[in-house]
């Protein structure tokens, strides 16, 4: 079965930091650029990061530049995102995909996973 699959979420306190993962199970993440998204309740999933195949090119939404690190490790068949400083406007359900925002912006995409809850409260 193809597809990927999302963890390491969970509650944090304001400021505190997180890493999550996606594995890919069934295929290779290694030709595929992998993009971050994450949608709060009541509104639209929206792109947060992007990394190339290659890991050589990364891409932030404006909202998380210089908290969030994307990187893959191509051996594991596995990316991450890295949050820092995390904010309770950063409470959302994280989801993977192996396209970056502005592909998934222009052609969609329908093999979205469970993904994975990140809330942030004190």
């Known amino acids: 079965q193809v597809q990927l699959v999302e963890s390491g979420g969970g509650l944090v306190q304001p400021g505190g930091s997180l890493t999550l993962s996606c594995a890919a199970s069934g295929f290779s993440l290694d030709y595929y650029a992998i993009g971050w998204f994450r949608q709060a309740p009541g509104k639209e999933r929206e792109g947060v990061s992007c990394?190339?195949?290659?890991?050589?090119?990364?891409w932030y939404a404006d909202s998380v530049k210089g908290r969030f690190t994307i990187s893959r490790n191509n051996a594991k068949n596995t990316a991450y995102l890295q949050m820092n400083s995390l904010r309770p406007v950063d409470t959302a359900v994280y989801y993977c995909?192996?396209?970056?925002?502005?592909?998934?912006?222009?052609?969609?995409?329908?093999?979205w996973g469970q993904g994975t809850q990140v809330t942030v409260s004190s």
């Open positions: 995909a192996t396209d970056c925002p502005s592909e998934v912006a222009v052609f969609g995409y329908d093999n």
């Open positions: 990394i190339s195949s290659t890991g050589s090119s990364t």
